[in-house]
């Protein structure tokens, strides 16, 4: 269990770094870790007028390939869920929005320092069903 816990620990640090660099870009944080039935989105915010649901990942190194590999198709249609309850909920139906996601390779204890290179690819995919 402790694994779990400190790999939690870890994404909770890397979103917070996310999130202030899509603040440097302009984007307002709206919500960290929207959750609900269908799952988790890691930040909610606005980039002018579009919503924005952005997914976070994480890499130490390549081993595993880039961090935003990891948002694959499955892990699209839960994010796309969980936008779509979000969007019932808050009553915004008719709101433009978009999926981000944010790559972070590199790390360290000293999160704000230890990364080697942050990316953000806009609309980086299309709601799945």
Same mark, same amino acid.
């Given at each position: 269990?402790?694994?779990?816990?400190?790999?939690?620990?870890?994404?909770?640090?890397?979103?917070?770094?996310?999130?202030?660099?899509?603040?440097?870009?302009?984007?307002?944080?709206?919500?960290?870790?929207?959750?609900?039935?269908?799952?988790?989105?890691?930040?909610?915010?606005?980039?002018?007028?579009? %919503?924005?649901?952005? /997914?976070?990942?994480?890499?130490?190194?390549? $081993?595993?390939? =880039?961090?935003?590999? @990891?948002?694959? &198709? *499955?892990?699209?249609?839960?994010?796309?869920?969980?936008?779509?309850?979000?969007?019932?909920?808050?009553?915004?139906?008719?709101?433009?929005?978009?999926?981000?996601?944010?790559?972070? %390779?590199?790390?360290? /204890?000293?999160?704000?320092?230890?990364?080697? $290179?942050?990316? =953000?690819?806009?609309? @980086?995919?299309? &709601? *799945?069903?």
């Amino acid at each position: 269990m402790r694994r779990k816990w400190n790999n939690r620990r870890t994404g909770a640090r890397y979103e917070q770094v996310a999130g202030a660099y899509l603040e440097s870009q302009g984007y307002r944080i709206l919500q960290y870790n929207y959750r609900c039935r269908q799952g988790e989105i890691d930040i909610v915010a606005r980039d002018g007028e579009v %919503l924005v649901f952005c /997914e976070v990942k994480f890499r130490r190194d390549l $081993s595993s390939g =880039l961090p935003e590999e @990891a948002v694959n &198709y *499955r892990k699209q249609r839960v994010i796309s869920k969980c936008a779509l309850h979000y969007l019932t909920v808050h009553g915004l139906s008719e709101v433009q929005c978009r999926f981000d996601v944010i790559g972070i %390779l590199g790390g360290g /204890e000293d999160v704000e320092h230890s990364f080697s $290179s942050i990316r =953000l690819y806009k609309n @980086a995919f299309d &709601y *799945r069903e």
